[in-house]
Each structure stands twice: as structure tokens, then as C-alpha cells.
């Protein structure tokens, strides 16, 4: 060390941080032998702290402001040194900043899949994933838990541990909801706010906060995927035959128009869907009196029943049978303002609007049988 660096360190007696990193959580404002001149200036910015370290012990902790450390400023340096107010030589210690702000954009998502029990798939696998914010409310608490003596704390130095534990609360916030997988997506924000209050006490056991955490998207594995798809295109198909025919119809115009699939292709594939379409036209009304008569078709399989949810006081029971469902009604359990939901249904509805549900509180008994 030359004698400039020795004079410039004796006279520089402003400390202060400026932070540009937008990751750096703790700094540690660095002095030759950690000695800080007596009567130095301590600037301490807004959504900053600084918290003041003498000989390994947690001294102070400053607010935004100008201080001038002294030892009449400092009661608990005093009380540690038992300095008089007169003593005006270099102390050593140490001051680190701690960035208040908030910390936004950070990522969290499940690494593997949670294994659910969902009212309606039964026994399935989701992943999820999202945001979160996380800021620093106890610098005192944040620097004995987790810091300790590092000169500069990043983001990334505990994100991993963090993410950790928000996955473990979302697992078990998840399992304990009784929310159906298709109700999800429409109840995301509840869901982020349940999981934010099961993850404030251990972040106060590290000195931070989580002021918001989001949840972007809950996914089923793609084989379940897969199958919804395939029944929601079943569901819109309506008529098959005609589905068929619009099908049909829909390719022969593509292949027509098509001026990269060859003319010969193009017109041996419509050529080849016209005879289709033709056979298809030619058994039914129009080509009845050419044809000899058809096998009688197989019976139509038998309707599917409706099983119901119902909601009462933030939880959801069931599946129940339409049976099971005017059973309750005869004990009570369930009224015309009860909320109910069954696959298909947009939404809950109160039983009295469901048409299926409505004629089972119009049921009236028999008269009784004559004395």
C-alpha cells in the first residue's frame, strides 16, 4: 500500500453504495484494516440498510438517511467498547448494505410431476410453474441467517433454496384444495395467494418476504393431453357423417388449391375423395333405391349419466349420481341454492337452473293411502 492510498483512505469519510447489478442483495463497503474514521458520514439511500458489524457482533442497523457515526450516535457501540463521548481515534468494523427493493421476474417451477387425486381424472401427474417477487424485511435477520460474512450477496445465491420451497408449499396446497384440474386455471390467483401465505413464516425465519407470487400455467402430462384434446374435437364434431363430408370436402378443396402438391397428386387425391364422398351419397337417401337394404345399424349406446360436485363453504364433494343427488335432497343436504358443476357445465350454477336437477325438487308424493 503507498503512502496516496494511505492518505486518500484517512480522508474519504463518506460511505455510501450505489448499486447498478439489479441482483446484488448485501455489499460490503470495503476500508484498508476495516477502520472507519470517527465522525465519517453514512449515507444510507431509500430501499437500502446498512447494517453495522464491530468485531464479529451485530451492532446497528440503519435506516435510509445522513448519519454521522459517532459514538454518542451509536449507543450500542458504545455499550460494546465502552467508549467515552471524547474518544476520537479509527474504530474497526464493518458496514454492509442490504438492497430493501424488491426483487421481481424471478422463475419457479416444478422439477418433476405432482401426483394428484382429481374428482374427475382420478389419480393424475401435473406440472406447474410461474413468478414470484421476493424482498428483504429483517436486514439484521437476513444477514445472521443467511449472509453471514459474504462482500457481495446475489439473487442467485439463494433463489435455488427458495424455489425449493415454494414447490413443497404448492404440492401440498395443491392436494389439500380438492380443486378439479379443469377449475384451475380459473382459480390461479386464490392459488397464488394460498401459497404465499404457507410460505411467509419460513422466509420471516430468513428475513425476507414474498409480497406476490403467480402462478402462469398448470399442465397435465401430455398422454392426458393427448385424450382431452380428443374428446373436446369429439364433442364439436357433433354428426359424424356430416363432420365426414365437410371433412372431405374441406381436403379436396386444399388439394386443389395446393400449388406446391403436384397436379397429378393433386387431382388423383380429389379424384379419390369424390368416389368417397360418392358412396357415402350413394347409401344414403339419394341411392336407397339402388342399393339392396343395409344391415340394420347397431343400437346407439346408452346415454351417459351426469355425475355432480357440490360446493358448500369453500369445499368440493363428490362425484354423486343423479340418484345419490335426490337422495339428498330428501335429507336436506341439498337445496335450490346449492352449487353444483358436472363435466360440460360452464361454470357453477345453483341446482334450481340446472334443467336435470330442477325436476327433482318438483317431485311431489303420492297422496296417503285412505285410513
Given amino acids: ?107 419457479w417451477g416444478t422439477k418433476n410431476p405432482i401426483m394428484i387425486r382429481d374428482p374427475e381424472f382420478g389419480p393424475t401427474r401435473i406440472r406447474a410453474f410461474g413468478t414470484y417477487t421476493i424482498k428483504v424485511s429483517d436486514p439484521a435477520t437476513f444477514m445472521r441467517e443467511i449472509v453471514g460474512t459474504d462482500g457481495e450477496f446475489t439473487m442467485d445465491e439463494i433463489s435455488f433454496q427458495i424455489r425449493n420451497i415454494i414447490v413443497q408449499e404448492f404440492s401440498r396446497v395443491i392436494a389439500q384444495s380438492g380443486i378439479p384440474i379443469l377449475d384451475m386455471a380459473a382459480n390461479t390467483a386464490e392459488l397464488g395467494k394460498l401459497i404465499a401465505t404457507a410460505i411467509d413464516p419460513t422466509m420471516k425465519e430468513y428475513g425476507l418476504t414474498i409480497p406476490e407470487l403467480y402462478i402462469e400455467n398448470i399442465s397435465l402430462p401430455p398422454a392426458v393431453e393427448a385424450a382431452l384434446d380428443k374428446r373436446t374435437s369429439m364433442g364439436l364434431a357433433g354428426d359424424l357423417s356430416n363432420f365426414t363430408q365437410y371433412s372431405a370436402a374441406e381436403a379436396m378443396t386444399a388439394a386443389a388449391t395446393n400449388p406446391n402438391g403436384g397436379g397429378g397428386m393433386g387431382a388423383g387425391l380429389g379424384m379419390g375423395m369424390g368416389m368417397a364422398m360418392a358412396q357415402q351419397m350413394a347409401q344414403g337417401p339419394w341411392g336407397a333405391a339402388a342399393q339392396p337394404a343395409a344391415a340394420a345399424p347397431p343400437p346407439p349406446p346408452p346415454p351417459v349419466e351426469h355425475v355432480w360436485h357440490i360446493a358448500k363453504d369453500g369445499n368440493v364433494t363428490g362425484p354423486f349420481s343423479k340418484a345419490t343427488m335426490g337422495q339428498k335432497v330428501s335429507s336436506g343436504e341439498l337445496t335450490r341454492e346449492s352449487m353444483v358443476w358436472t363435466q360440460g357445465q360452464d361454470g357453477w350454477l345453483p341446482a334450481e337452473d340446472v334443467q336435470e336437477l330442477a325436476q327433482l325438487f318438483t317431485v311431489l308424493p303420492p297422496p296417503p293411502p285412505p285410513a
Avoid at 6 to 35: K, N
Avoid at 53 to 69: K, R
Avoid at 91 to 105: L, Q
Fill in 1 to 107: 500500500m503507498g503512502i496516496l492510498d494511505f492518505l486518500t483512505g484517512e480522508f474519504i469519510d463518506v460511505i455510501h453504495w450505489t448499486d447498478e447489478t439489479r441482483d446484488t442483495m448485501v455489499w460490503r463497503f470495503e476500508r484498508h484494516g476495516h477502520e472507519i474514521k470517527y465522525g465519517a458520514k453514512l449515507t444510507v439511500r431509500e430501499g437500502q440498510a446498512a447494517v453495522f458489524v464491530h468485531e464479529g457482533q451485530l451492532a446497528d442497523v440503519f435506516t435510509p438517511g445522513l448519519y454521522m457515526l459517532e459514538t454518542n450516535n451509536m449507543p450500542i457501540m458504545t455499550t460494546l467498547q465502552h467508549w467515552d463521548h471524547g474518544f476520537k481515534s479509527p474504530f474497526k468494523s464493518e458496514i454492509y448494505f442490504v438492497n430493501t427493493t424488491r426483487f421481481s421476474n424471478l422463475k
